[in-house]
């Protein structure tokens, strides 16, 4: 558990893109970021209100989150001199960066020195159990794709606000080390050793109310061979009630996978819907979450209607038209 | 790798059952014992020639290997003397256990002053790539279960046998600590991290002769909760060319989940070849493999002969009645 408020460092971000991680804290848990920092020469700018360190203290920020990827993951020199100072007033740190946080005496010294917590969160940080396959309470909803980054962290976040405007008890299980970061909590799935992967998931997903559902992050794809036992034990761990079969039309063969075609919509649901009923009996597709960034908006339309009719399930780009048809069909289970 | 011919540790092992990896080993690589070695009160007796460190050293020993489980995993102050003297003789050790060598800091530093090797082998040692899915040359050959532990490794190595005695190129592909204990490499798989899984397959089954097979070991099932992203990532990892089915038939629940009841023959065939077919197009179910060890032999060849007609697939219990049947089906692939 990340503490909370954040204070965003972009370090010297040479542009948006490479402030992701910030980006995705803005805009999915505004209230999570009192501020940004920046150092000279970046060119990120989340438009949140310019702090320094003391000021975000005053204001209550409790971490400073490295809310930017550069180049090999490194931190750099020009990066430890905020980050140390951070430490010594008494904030954590908390970085995705493929370079621990861990392995710089600098930094480990600081957090020792001052009480700081140090947050890697590429690295599991629980010793997760085996999974028991006991059904669990409450509900639970997985993005499943036909392909990797397809949308599916996008669509089970914009479930999640949906839901909970509408009064509806909705929690985002992050899996991943960006939905952690924007969340404060979760798992780092692709980092858990193979035995605990199913779970792992059992533990971010616990007994809860009723009427309360669990929008869990997916990963992977079954038809994508790199990771697709990941995506396996999401489905098995998970138990959900509800999947959502997310794709992306456009996309030439499968990512990383030159030698591989992305399967169909129907192939995905006959193939994940047997398996999710493994652990869950229950468990329906729900509706389809397209993505349809390359798709100009009249070839959208037409090509959700086509969907929906060949599907019998509802379809939408929760980005571009909203996921409420998806909200609506899980209210409807 | 580790170095061959053993000598096989059996310390204070209370029975035979304790000895099961030794057993292993002389079962399954004769030509890799040299001898055994037992502290006073063992009960177990592989039939191999008693020898002191000295003897099997003079003989040709390379490696100790703990071949014995023990209460909790723990490495003895008892088996210690032997183990250290043994690396103070120039023996190289391998050990399965859940307590590792490499923890234990008096045997680190005999190891460190005489030069052995430290073979731990529930824990990686190599840093795998992550799966690129490309088709490699040579034929593999995968176990696939109903269940866990209903005789997938048995399976592919008395196979693996069978095929060498007809002059069949076959290298049996250790996935777990027993295997790679018996045949001296292997992949830990249950230990790799997530992302790695199907690359740690690729690497364990590397591009081959055309006409050689990789008997594949398989892990978990893809009906087991707890494990199924394990055999996800063999099933995609392996690209095999033939799936062996195996079950045990009279079990009543999935092992270690009380709530979930095994699949049929059909219904594992009907979903592993279409998951197999994702990373090897030509992959086909070759036979069946039946544990039939709670059943009389006229209920075995009763229940063979019946899985043979509803499946239209060579079936055999290949422990009882011998694996030619299946060695038959692949040959003719």
Known sequence: MIETPYLLFLGDAPDMLAAKVAIGISDWRPEHAVGQIRLPGCGADLGLQEMTLAEAKEAGARTLVIGVANRGGIISPAWKKVLIEALEMGYDLASGLHNLLRDEGDIVAAAQTHGGTLHDVRVPSVGYPIANGVKRTGKRCLAVGTDCSVGKMYTAM????????RGIKATFRAT?????????????????????MAGAVEYLTPDNDPDHWDMIEG???????????????????????ALILCHEPTRKHMRGLPGYQLPTLQRLRDTALPLARVSNPACVAAGIAVNTQNMDEAAAREYLAQVEAEMDLPATDPYRFGPSKLVDALAAI
């Open 158 to 165: 914009a479930m999640e606000r949906d839901m909970r405007e």
């Open 176 to 196: 991943g080390q960006t939905g952690i970061l924007i969340t404060g909590h979760g798992v780092p799935l692709d980092a858990v050793i193979a035995d605990f």
């Open 219 to 241: 990963q992977g794809s079954l038809f994508h061979v790199s990771y697709s036992g990941v995506t396996m034990a999401l489905i098995h761990g998970g138990q959900p009630d």
